[in-house]
């Protein structure tokens, strides 16, 4: 089939004489190293002044944390402020939250983490807390945990009294732990 087309034929040469041979790059990697050096050295010491301040900045915020008890405190009395709006349920849970942070805090147990089961077994193991404080928080947790998840109904006067007993804990206990 011929085609009747009007574009020309091009005639392609066997020979490619024509064609230039490969030329050399003149790359020298050594002619390069100094600036990949200096390349490494500045990612390095970016990487190095990086870590020391977020290392320095953690110490200081170390240096400036309160104490557990003292944020607990703040915090307790925050909640107590906040209970009439929030409603009981709310305190209750809060409380709870409280307690349990401090527990962490000062006593550097998982409190926040475990079931309350779990921690009560882990409470007698902990001798920072005598016989009272292990008793109180064998009350108030199972407590807390019958308001938050059954519903359970909470007089007024109860909640002002979880408040007391948690603010007594928080300040017998850190007298205890820091003697």
Not at 39 to 53: A, C, Q
Not at 115 to 141: A, C, G
Request: hydrophobic content about 45%; some cysteine; charged content about 20%.
């Amino acid at each position: 089939m011929e085609s009747n087309s009007s574009l020309p034929k091009l005639q392609i040469s066997e020979d490619l004489s024509f064609l230039m041979p490969p030329n050399e790059s003149g790359f020298d990697f050594i002619s390069v190293m100094p600036f990949i050096l200096a390349v490494v050295v500045i990612v390095g010491l970016l990487l190095w002044w990086f870590l020391r301040k977020s290392q320095t900045q953690k110490r200081l915020s170390a240096l400036f944390q309160k104490a557990p008890d003292v944020r607990a405190l703040e915090e307790l009395e925050a909640a107590y402020q906040l209970w009439p709006e929030q409603g009981q349920e709310w305190f209750v849970y809060e409380l709870s939250g409280i307690i349990r942070n401090y527990l962490e805090g000062r006593f550097s147990c998982r409190a926040p983490y475990m079931t309350t089961l779990e921690f009560l077994s882990q409470v007698h193991r902990l001798p920072e807390l005598d016989e009272t404080h292990q008793k109180w928080l064998e009350d108030f947790l199972p407590y807390c945990d019958l308001v938050k998840f059954a519903a359970l109904p909470v007089v007024e006067d109860v909640l002002t009294e979880l408040y007391q007993s948690s603010r007594s804990f928080i300040i017998q206990s850190a007298k205890n732990s820091k003697q």
